[in-house]
C-alpha cells in the first residue's frame, strides 16, 4: 500500500512570506499525488493533483507543487502566503487516478501571522 | 444539494453506546466514501459505495463498523458497542460519475461528524 510522510506537523509563518509543504511518499510504479486543505469546521478542498504530465503543477490560491520522481517528493509551495491560509494541509497519494482510496500524510498545520 | 452534508456534527457517546452517523451525498454523485480522522491523523480510508453497492470495506477497523446506502444516496454509518478508540471526526466524500472516467479527481468532502467516546 501506498504512504505518505509529511515532515512538518506545524508551520508557523508571517504573512506575505513563502511558504514549502514537504510531503514525501512511498516509491511505486504508478503515483498519483494530490495536497488537500481543511479549514477550521470544513471539510477537505482540492488544492491540487499530479496525474501525469508536466511535474510542475499548480493549483488554487496560488499553490503549487513540484513532482520530483527519483526523490519521491511532492512537496507544496506558495511564494506569499495571507491570513486566510491559515489552515491544515494534506498530502494524499493513490495508486489509480481516480482518487479512489488514497492514503493520507498526518497533515501539517500551516499558522500565517500578521 | 450543493456540498456533502453530515449529521450530527458532533456526537458524544457513553462507552457501549450505539451510534449512527449521516451522509447525504451530492446528488447524483454515484461513488461514496467513509474515512476516519483520528486526532492529529490524517483521514483513512474506511469504506466505499458505488450506488448502493458496498465494494470495498476493507478499511472498517472491526465488526461493531457497519455502514449502508440502501436507495444508493443517503449513508450510515453505525458503531455499535463504541470504544473510546473510536473517537474521531468521521468524513464522507462522493464524487460524481462521469469525472471518475476522466480520472479527474472530484472528491467532494462533507465537514465530518466529530465523535467523542466518553
Known amino acids: 500500500a501506498q504512504s505518505v510522510t509529511q515532515l512538518d506537523s506545524q508551520v508557523p509563518v508571517f504573512e506575505e512570506a513563502p511558504v514549502e509543504l514537504r510531503c514525501n511518499y512511498s516509491?511505486?510504479?504508478?503515483?498519483?499525488l494530490f495536497w488537500y486543505v481543511q479549514y477550521p469546521n470544513q471539510g477537505l478542498q482540492l488544492l491540487l493533483k499530479?496525474?501525469?504530465?508536466?511535474?510542475l503543477v499548480k493549483g488554487i490560491n496560488g499553490f503549487e507543487a513540484e513532482f520530483n520522481k527519483s526523490q519521491t517528493s511532492f512537496h507544496l509551495r506558495k511564494p506569499s502566503v495571507h491570513i486566510s491560509d491559515t489552515a491544515e494541509y494534506f498530502c494524499?497519494?493513490?495508486?489509480?487516478?481516480?482518487?479512489?482510496?488514497?492514503?493520507f500524510g498526518a497533515g501539517t498545520t500551516v499558522t500565517v501571522r500578521a | 444539494g450543493a456540498g456533502v452534508s453530515q449529521s450530527p456534527r458532533y456526537k458524544v457517546a457513553k462507552r457501549g453506546q450505539d451510534v449512527a452517523l449521516r451522509c447525504d451525498p451530492i446528488?447524483?454523485?454515484?461513488?461514496l466514501f467513509w474515512y476516519q480522522q483520528a486526532l492529529g491523523q490524517g483521514p483513512e480510508f474506511l469504506t466505499y459505495?458505488?450506488?448502493?453497492?458496498?465494494?470495498?470495506k476493507s478499511g472498517l477497523p472491526s465488526d461493531r463498523f457497519f455502514a449502508e446506502r440502501p436507495e444508493g444516496s443517503v449513508s450510515t454509518l453505525k458503531i455499535q458497542r463504541t470504544q473510546q478508540e473510536d473517537s474521531a471526526v468521521y468524513l464522507c466524500?462522493?464524487?460524481?460519475?462521469?469525472?471518475?472516467?476522466?480520472?479527474?479527481?472530484?472528491?467532494?468532502f462533507g465537514a465530518g461528524s466529530r465523535l467523542t467516546v466518553l
Open positions: 459505495f458505488q450506488n448502493e453497492a458496498q465494494l470495498d
Open positions: 494524499a497519494v493513490s495508486d489509480r487516478p481516480d482518487d479512489y482510496k488514497l492514503s
Open positions: 499530479y496525474l501525469s504530465g508536466s511535474t
Open positions: 466524500a462522493s464524487s460524481h460519475p462521469g469525472q471518475e472516467k476522466s480520472g479527474a479527481n472530484v472528491l467532494t
Open positions: 446528488s447524483g454523485h454515484v461513488s
Open positions: 516509491s511505486s510504479v504508478s503515483v498519483y
